[in-house]
């Protein structure tokens, strides 16, 4: 399985991003797809979570208002759309496949058996 993000990059605060992930390999039988992020110094955080069906999907309570997790256009693509972007918001944003533990564990890091290689978001304020 391979897991690649695209969209990070150097933006103003206040603008919109729009982060994909692309998952390749045997997907099979994976319940779904999760972002998490990483600020200089800190844990790796969950951001948000979806079922590759598109039924279900949760995004981390203090984000809900400006945090969007959705199916991407292209097969096994996942989307992260921020508005209203802070400088808070820098880290490096991961993409990883919930392979096992299904959506009730969603949250956690552990959950997930493959990660891509980071998208880097920088917020300038």
């Known amino acids: 399985v391979q897991l690649q993000a695209s969209g990070g990059g150097l933006v103003q605060a206040g603008d919109s991003l729009r982060l994909s992930c692309t998952a390749s390999?045997?997907?099979?039988?994976?319940?779904?797809i999760g972002w998490f992020r990483q600020a200089q110094g800190k844990e790796r955080d969950f951001v948000a979570y979806?079922?590759?069906?598109?039924?279900?999907?949760r995004v981390a309570n203090s984000l809900k208002d400006r945090f969007t997790i959705s199916r991407g256009i292209g097969k096994n693509t996942v989307d992260l759309q921020i508005s209203s972007l802070k400088h808070e918001d820098t880290a490096v944003y991961f993409c990883?496949?919930?392979?096992?533990?299904?959506?009730?564990?969603?949250?956690?890091?552990?959950?997930?058996?493959?990660w891509g290689q980071g998208a880097h978001v920088t917020v300038s304020s």
């Open positions: 390999g045997r997907t099979y039988g994976s319940y779904g």
């Open positions: 979806i079922t590759w069906s598109g039924d279900f999907n």
């Open positions: 990883g496949l919930n392979a096992r533990y299904g959506s009730d564990w969603a949250v956690h890091v552990s959950s997930y058996d493959y």
